[in-house]
Each structure stands twice: as structure tokens, then as C-alpha cells.
């Protein structure tokens, strides 16, 4: 299934169709297609490390955003390639029927986007990441 992904490069948003088969990503840019061979899973949520105690708990130097509590995504308030504030809503995560605002970390630019709405989540998936802006 081919996705339309939007990625930041440089500063520069660029848009692209990607589509997997099996360990070859095709990427389509400008009509242009070049495929690239990936070595390991790249599934749509990949576990990670982080620290336990809140709900979408995050490394502070990375923009990581992590559900710390198996949960359901019921929307997502932001696209790849948004300029978000420390604090803003990344996301809704259901949890215990409850609806937990998900928040980003720092302010910059959302990088990735690991889930889908209506997707169940485990503990210590990575749902989000923002690329935190650099100050001068």
C-alpha cells in the first residue's frame, strides 16, 4: 500500500509516496522511484526505552514521545511536518476509558508519526517524535 509521507530535511519539507515490499522500500519523489533495501523491522510502532511514571513519558533531549500504559489511539491532532509548542496535544490515548491528552515535550517540528488511529498500543511504544528547535 503506497502512503504519501512528508519528511524534513534540512529545514526543507518534502513530500514523497512510500511504499514497502517486503525489506524494499520504493520511494517515489518528483516521479521519480528508487528503492532502497532495509536490513530489520521497520514496523509502524517500535519499542523503546524510556523512563517509567507518566503517560507518555519522553526523553527530553530527543522530542521522543512514549506511551508508558498499553492504550488505543483515538485521534491525532497533528501531521509530519507540523511546528508544534512545548505542551501542545499530539495526541488522544485511551487508556482504562479514560482519553489522555498526549503532549509534545519540547517545541520544533513532528518528525515521525509511529501509530494510527484506532491502533492499540503496548507499553513503551514510541508514538511520536518532535525534532526539538535549535535556539542561537
Not at 11 to 20: H, N, P, S
Amino acid at each position: 500500500m503506497k502512503k504519501e509521507r512528508t519528511f524534513v530535511i534540512d529545514g526543507e519539507k518534502i513530500t514523497a509516496e512510500v511504499e514497502r515490499d517486503g525489506d524494499d522500500l520504493r520511494i517515489t519523489l518528483d516521479g521519480e522511484t528508487h528503492t532502497v533495501r532495509i536490513d530489520g523491522d521497520i514496523g509502524p510502532s517500535k519499542p523503546v526505552r524510556s523512563r517509567r511514571g507518566r503517560l507518555g513519558a519522553h526523553n527530553e533531549n530527543s522530542g521522543s514521545i512514549v506511551s508508558s500504559i498499553p492504550g488505543k489511539v483515538v485521534s491525532i491532532d497533528v501531521k509530519v511536518g507540523d511546528s508544534v509548542e512545548e505542551g501542545e496535544t499530539i495526541l488522544i490515548l485511551e487508556a482504562m476509558k479514560m482519553q489522555n491528552e498526549i503532549s509534545s515535550p519540547v517545541s520544533g517540528v513532528v518528525t515521525d508519526i509511529f501509530v494510527e488511529e484506532g491502533q492499540s498500543v503496548e507499553s513503551n511504544f514510541e508514538l511520536a517524535s518532535v525534532m526539538k528547535e535549535a535556539h542561537d
